[in-house]
């Protein structure tokens, strides 16, 4: 059996040790893509009346879907007004509606071949193909929430704005005392470059 060299051992275990610190790390944090009609004018948007939305929530079945919808509304109403819209349920210049989620992952994660100075270096031997390294893969189950956010235009019936969002998150998140906390963080941040800038025109 080939035996690793003493050095590179050592600097494979801190590189996966950094890797999976990194990896846990990365996922606290809320991931936001955003799309909007470039066409849009942003600056017409004065006002919002928010729309029913809908929970999906396939983890916990304590935590209430009406608890959920009471916190994202909350939460959006906040982060709009702070964005200099005035909640108008008459006429708006915008209707807000969302999809709020939660569901179980599980994701595989390894240290690559960069650990192990490239996939030739254990060859084949008495522990197969991948040499030494094969035990360095794991795999990880946890809980991802999401929220979908659109922003359609009142008038037209278009939609002019989009934002997916999503994070690892705990039942305590969701249905705890920090609950309504946690979901304004990530409405603010999912507004954080709300309105997106006006199209260039050459």
């Not at 790390?25 to 004065?46: E, G, L, M």
């Amino acid at each position: 059996m080939t035996t690793p060299h003493p050095n590179r051992e050592a600097t494979r275990r801190i590189l996966l040790t950094a890797g999976l610190a990194l990896a846990l790390s990365a996922c606290a944090t809320v991931q936001v893509k955003r799309d909007y009609d470039p066409n849009a004018d942003f600056s017409a948007y004065h006002s919002f009346a928010i729309r029913s939305g809908k929970v999906v929530n396939r983890t916990d079945p304590g935590v209430s879907d009406t608890l959920l919808n009471e916190r994202v509304d909350a939460a959006l109403k906040n982060t709009l007004k702070a964005h200099g819209l005035q909640e108008n349920t008459e006429s708006p210049d915008l209707y807000v509606t969302y999809v709020a989620g939660a569901r179980e992952r599980t994701e595989v994660e390894s240290w690559g071949p960069e650990a192990y100075g490239g996939w030739g270096w254990g060859g084949w031997g008495p522990d197969g193909w991948w040499g030494p390294g094969y035990d360095e893969f794991w795999t990880r189950t946890y809980t991802e929430g999401t929220l979908i956010v659109d922003l359609v235009d009142a008038r037209t019936k278009q939609l002019v704005w989009r934002a997916y969002s999503s994070e690892e998150v705990t039942p305590g998140k969701l249905a705890g005392p920090e609950g309504a906390t946690f979901m304004q963080k990530v409405t603010d941040k999912v507004f954080e470059t709300y309105p997106p800038e006006p199209k260039k025109h050459h």
